[in-house]
């Protein structure tokens, strides 16, 4: 089977390819590397010791979405492509519309044009509405608090109307929770740009020295320890998640959501005691005030995925914290 994946070089596309791939799927990949690097798809090869397509490219461009279709015989889509910094897309709000609304609206047009209507899209747990009840479940009301996430639901919306006028698309929207960890290889991982904003990245440049500390937003939250919770999956096995999306099209129809984490919650002190046990390495931290926006807890019942794709998290705590660092040292050391 052909499988089409947009943003296949990015972190969590990079490790579902992998997957895909060790799984004898066809991958085609296409990406313009706005936020990714070339040579991953050298260490997916080295990984996976099997070839696949490439095509480098925007996916807003429907000129150049209708060659890849022409040259190939798609089946699936899994749509990662995107923007996802929720800062900037405070501050760039046009740039977030454009990119992440495009992308989809030309993909879903060239896919309708060649009868491919299956897509399993990159949604998020930042759909949901600021919950009091925990963890939440796909049925929770929805709404977000920012423009990143706004284009999340709004490419949501756009899936499910296309499904009512059209009852041949088959689309899931998985609802990712806090993807973290890294290919066990160390060869592939989360490398942002800059100052990250998110919590493992952050740790892992405290530990390879890059940032002499941690700032921990607030210890005063409703939580165990008064940090905030989080529902943190491993890429691998949200990557894995999406080879059983592909499955369930052929059982499951129409629109299908579902969250993927693994409906336990970590405090942000349980992450970096995590750290600190299994690489045996320091990571000085400061209590500093909550940050602006922030909520105590949030986590996600994958109870549906569990049910209806056989989806369940392997991984520890402990993977995610090991994977991170052997992926920020291997890759330090270039
Ligand atoms: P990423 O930035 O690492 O990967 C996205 C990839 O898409 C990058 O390789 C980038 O170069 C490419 N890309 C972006 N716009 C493109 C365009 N117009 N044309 C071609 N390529 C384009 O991000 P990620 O962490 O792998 O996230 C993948 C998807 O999952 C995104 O849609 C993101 O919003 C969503 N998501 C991520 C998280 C997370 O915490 N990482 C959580 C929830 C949802
Ligand atoms: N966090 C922190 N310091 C940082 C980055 C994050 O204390 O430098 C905390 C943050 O307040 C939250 C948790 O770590 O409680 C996860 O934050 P992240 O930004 O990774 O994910 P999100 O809040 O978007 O779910």
């Known amino acids: 089977m052909q499988v089409l994946v947009t943003g296949g070089a990015g972190y ?11 799984n004898n799927y066809e991958v085609i ?19 996976t010791k099997k070839s696949f397509k490439f095509y480098e490219g925007n996916v807003c461009d429907k000129a150049f979405l209708n060659k890849i279709f022409d040259e190939n015989n798609i089946e699936a889509v899994i749509h990662f492509a995107g923007y996802k910094a929720v800062g900037e897309s405070v501050a760039k709000p046009l740039m977030y519309y454009q990119n992440n609304i495009d992308s989809t609206l030309a993909l879903c047009e060239v896919m309708n044009a060649h009868n491919c209507k299956q897509i399993v899209f990159s949604s998020s747990a930042t759909v949901y509405k600021e919950s009091e009840i925990q963890p939440l479940q796909e049925n929770f009301p929805l709404g977000t608090t920012n423009p990143y ?27 990712y929770f806090n993807p973290t960890g890294a290919h066990e290889s160390g060869l592939i991982g989360e490398d942002p740009e800059g100052i990250p904003n998110n919590l ?31 529902d943190y999956i491993h890429v ?18 129409g629109v299908n959501i579902y969250n993927l984490g693994t409906g336990t919650g970590y ?67 270039k």
């Open 12 to 22: 969590i596309g990079s490790h579902t390819v992998v997957e895909l791939l060790n």
């Open 267 to 333: 405090s942000v002190l349980d992450i970096v005691n995590a750290f600190m046990e299994v690489n045996q390495v320091d990571i000085p931290y400061k209590i500093v005030s909550r940050r602006p926006g922030d909520i105590g807890r949030n986590t996600g019942d994958p109870t549906k995925a569990y049910k209806e794709l056989g989806f369940k998290a392997e991984k520890t705590i402990q993977d995610m914290c090991r994977d991170a660092y052997r992926y920020a040292v291997t890759h330090q050391k």
């Open 200 to 230: 493992m990245p952050y740790i892992m440049q405290v530990a390879t020295g890059k940032l002499d500390h941690l700032n921990i937003f607030g210890n005063d939250y409703d939580t165990k320890d008064g940090t905030g919770v989080r």
């Open 29 to 47: 990949i296409v990406d313009n590397f706005c936020n990714s690097k070339r040579e991953v798809l050298d260490k997916i090869q080295e990984i």
């Open 236 to 253: 691998v096995d949200l990557a894995k998640g999406h080879l059983q999306a592909l499955e369930g099209f052929k059982k499951y129809k």
């Open 149 to 175: 996430g706004t284009t999340k639901l709004i490419n949501e919306w756009i899936l499910k109307d296309l499904y009512q006028a059209d009852n041949e698309w088959n689309i899931m929207l998985l609802r």
